[in-house]
């Protein structure tokens, strides 16, 4: 048996997914790994501990004692792990001038680049480095310090940890493929999508699919046609006509292609675009940028 300190993280995730969702398949797909390579990893761990960690039988899954015991230790194992590299990324950077900005596909260069050009008069000397954020997990790149600031879309998971200055708000409008029965329209409301089958973001994404499924205003169980994680094959599955999707008046713009036709969703709320970073960095980069950003949006 080998000690605690031999396990990988990714086994720990991989419990905890498990011990959360008591239910295989439901942490598999959280996970977006198979289901069978979830329970081959999860014997592994097992077998490393020395003990089990679940009851499987015929009504499901089941913590054991040492499975519950094991919960908030494999928790805040995780959280120091990740506490660490944020602090090691924090110091590598120390001596940097750079500031790593993150965005998401919709926000398009036309408001970026004069972001970046107002970043760079206020700061002389500073470079920016664009990373694009990932939609399985909006807010994360600013949470584990893979950016330091990012230009994001409200509401998001670990919303709570970052500090944001809202630039403005856009409507919602949704996306379709150019033969669907709602393109003969101009625009259509809410009440038109009932019964629609959505092109969905990964389950992982929390609040901010949910809000791009409209479930902050009609809360329901959506119809999902497929699951996607990134922008190519968001529109990929939109032109294919795997189903609708929701998305801001600004990637209408971005994302032009054969195959597609937007509509403006009437009594849809408005979806809010912040500038966010990690809640208590103090860095002035980071309020000179989202200085940058809110002149830009004030122009």
């Known amino acids: 048996m080998v000690g605690v300190l031999d396990i990988s993280s990714r086994l720990l995730r991989y419990f905890l997914a498990v011990a959360e969702e008591l239910h295989f398949t439901h942490a598999a797909e959280r996970l977006f790994i198979a289901q069978p390579a979830l329970s081959k990893a999860i014997r592994r761990l097992e077998r490393e501990l020395g003990f089990p960690l679940f009851i499987r039988n015929r009504q499901g899954v089941a913590l054991t004692v040492a499975g519950q015991a094991m919960v908030p230790a494999a928790r805040a194992a995780l959280a120091e792990l990740a506490e660490g590299v944020r602090a090691a990324r924090a110091a590598q950077r120390a001596g940097s001038r750079g500031l790593r900005v993150g965005y998401h596909s919709s926000i398009g260069s036309p408001l970026l680049k004069p972001i970046i050009d107002g970043f760079t008069r206020r700061c002389p000397g500073w470079r920016v480095e664009l990373r694009l954020c990932d939609w399985t997990d909006p807010a994360g790149a600013v949470l584990d310090a893979r950016c330091d600031i990012a ?112 509509r403006l969703v009437t009594d849809a709320s408005p979806s809010e675009l912040v500038v966010a970073w990690r809640r208590g960095s103090t860095d002035r980069a980071l309020t000179e940028f989202a200085s940058a950003c809110l002149e830009v949006v004030d122009a």
């Open 151 to 262: 230009l994001l879309r409200l509401p998001l998971p670990g919303q709570d940890e970052l500090e944001t200055r809202t630039l403005r708000w856009d409507p919602r409008w949704v996306a379709l493929a150019a033969d669907h029965r709602l393109v003969a329209r101009e625009s259509v409301r809410l009440s038109d999508l009932a019964g629609e089958t959505f092109v969905a973001l990964p389950a992982s994404s929390g609040p901010f699919r949910d809000f791009w499924l409209a479930l902050d205003q009609v809360p329901r169980a959506p119809r999902i046609g497929i699951e996607v994680a990134n922008a190519e094959d968001y529109f990929e599955a939109i032109a294919a006509g795997h189903g609708i999707a929701m998305l801001a008046e600004t990637t209408t713009r971005v994302h032009r292609r054969p195959g597609i036709a937007y």
